[in-house]
């Protein structure tokens, strides 16, 4: 199973950027997927989850501006940057957790992360 995220780049402050990041291999079913972020000499931190029937949850400093979303058909979860401040830039890393078959418990994964820049 893989994770592969895309979308990050350079953004001016007030700005927006999309993130997607789609699951790949085998994969029974997705339980919670999410965002997570860290900045440098910083800890990672949760930036947002949704669970397979798209209950949403989102970390303070991203309330009102950043929306998680996910397609299930495509095993891909979408993150909407809205209002982007300074203190957005980090990389950016998506996480799932998967089932490869029915009866197995679900294994937690992690994309390769992507860069969010935001600065004039």
């Known amino acids: 199973v893989q994770l592969q995220a895309s979308g990050g780049g350079l953004v001016q402050p007030g700005g927006s950027l999309g993130l997607s990041c789609a699951a790949s291999g085998r994969i029974f079913s997705i339980n919670d997927m999410g965002w997570f972020r860290q900045a440098p000499g910083k800890q990672r931190e949760l930036v947002a989850t949704i669970t397979n029937v798209g209950s949403t949850n989102y970390a303070d400093s991203v309330k009102g501006r950043f929306t998680i979303s996910r397609d299930n058909a495509r095993s891909t979860v979408y993150l909407q940057m809205n209002s982007l401040k300074p203190e957005d830039t980090a990389v950016y890393y998506c996480?799932?957790?998967?089932?490869?078959?029915?009866?197995?418990?679900?294994?937690?994964?992690w994309g390769q992360g992507t860069q969010v820049t935001v600065s004039s």
């Open positions: 996480n799932a957790d998967i089932k490869w078959r029915a009866y197995s418990g679900p294994e937690n994964y």
